[in-house]
């Protein structure tokens, strides 16, 4: 497949340095978001939102009722780069060696071979999640935490990068389950798409009514040029000041009213990644408060579970309320 022409030189620096400077980066995230908006129209804080969680080396849930484009979304960025990719339909049979792989014995040469499951991809686009059951959406919890899958005592490492994407309905719609404490928690952010406004909707059926601009596209990066892109990302300097603003973000989670499970210290680790991811897009080399409050309710609004005695506070309410209390140290600007 053929790279823009600014690509390949960007790819061909990126391999004869050690780093990569966060103009390559913006460059590299630019094309990427680029790519992917000629697919889906009108959803920028989306895609921007996606990006960044690629360059934070994290993992999407992108949630919203069925039609909106959520697989589009995912199957767009995939797409924009060019590595493996694997997509799994979450299905109520679908088992966790589908996910993972499996071992099976070869008659031949009286040994036990491993079949790799659809988790060995750089990006993993899992469509429609929460229709398999719980033991089955379980089967990703060690490969997104630890980036390895270990079947049968045996323990096989996946490659870098590596993101998976799932969409998932509203868990009111009819045959869904609820995604586990735990399987929620290792998703860096949740976006919803939502519907397209008039204008984007008419020019969505003028551009996908003749033909299908998903199957044109083509890869404005790779592997390589991505992950040279995360290792900058992720010396974009944060201070001791805004580090202790987020764990004060987070701690005060852990105590706001009406919340039965706060945001845990992986929420707390996963904002600063994407706050470096969000500040190195801006064109800076450190993290403002500004890049931690822009991606706040899009890296915790899934983790904090809120209680019977919430009096119909949802999490997204309650996290906007925290950051309007919880005070900006000085020195973190």
């Not at 009722?65 to 767009?76: D, E, N, Q, R, S």
């Not at 998976?164 to 949740?190: K, W």
């Not at 600063?272 to 500004?290: C, I, K, M, T």
Request: charged content about 20%.
């Amino acid at each position: 497949m053929k790279h823009s022409a600014s690509v390949d030189a960007l790819s061909q620096t990126a391999t004869s340095r050690s780093a990569m400077s966060l103009d390559d980066v913006r460059r590299v995230a630019g094309d990427i978001q680029a790519s992917v908006a000629g697919v889906i129209e009108g959803k920028s804080d989306a895609i921007a939102t996606a990006v960044v969680v690629l360059l934070a080396e994290g993992h999407l849930l992108i949630e919203d009722v069925p039609g909106v484009g959520k697989t589009m979304l995912a199957k767009a960025l995939a797409r924009s780069i060019d590595c493996t990719m694997r997509r799994l339909q979450f299905t109520p049979d679908l088992l966790p060696s589908d996910v993972t792989g499996v071992s099976i014995f070869n008659q031949d040469t009286h040994q036990f071979e491993f079949r790799r499951g659809a988790v060995f991809a750089g990006i993993v686009v899992g469509d429609e999640i929460n229709r398999a059951s719980p033991k089955t959406q379980s089967a990703l919890l060690e490969c997104m935490e630890e980036n390895q899958v270990t079947v049968d005592g045996q323990t096989y490492l996946l490659q870098r990068p590596f993101m998976v994407m799932a969409t998932q309905n509203p868990i009111e719609m009819e045959g869904t389950y609820p995604l586990p404490e735990a399987q929620r928690d290792r998703f860096m952010a949740r976006i919803s798409m939502g519907y397209p406004t008039a204008a984007a909707e008419m020019r969505m059926l003028d551009l996908h009514s003749a033909h299908r601009p998903l199957e044109a596209l083509r890869p404005v990066a790779d592997a390589a040029l991505v992950l040279r892109a995360i290792e900058a990302v992720s010396g974009v300097y944060a201070s001791a000041a805004l580090r202790q603003y987020i764990v004060d973000l987070v701690t005060a989670t852990r105590t706001a009213p009406g919340v039965r499970l706060g945001a845990s210290p992986r929420s707390a680790l996963q904002l600063l990644r994407a706050a470096r991811a969000q500040a190195a897009l801006d064109g800076r080399d450190h993290v403002l408060p500004e890049d931690v409050q822009r991606l706040w309710i899009p890296v915790l609004s899934h983790r904090v579970i809120m209680g019977g005695d919430a009096s119909g506070r949802s999490a997204t309410d309650t996290l906007a309320q925290l950051l309007k209390r919880v005070p900006v140290p000085a020195q973190a600007r």
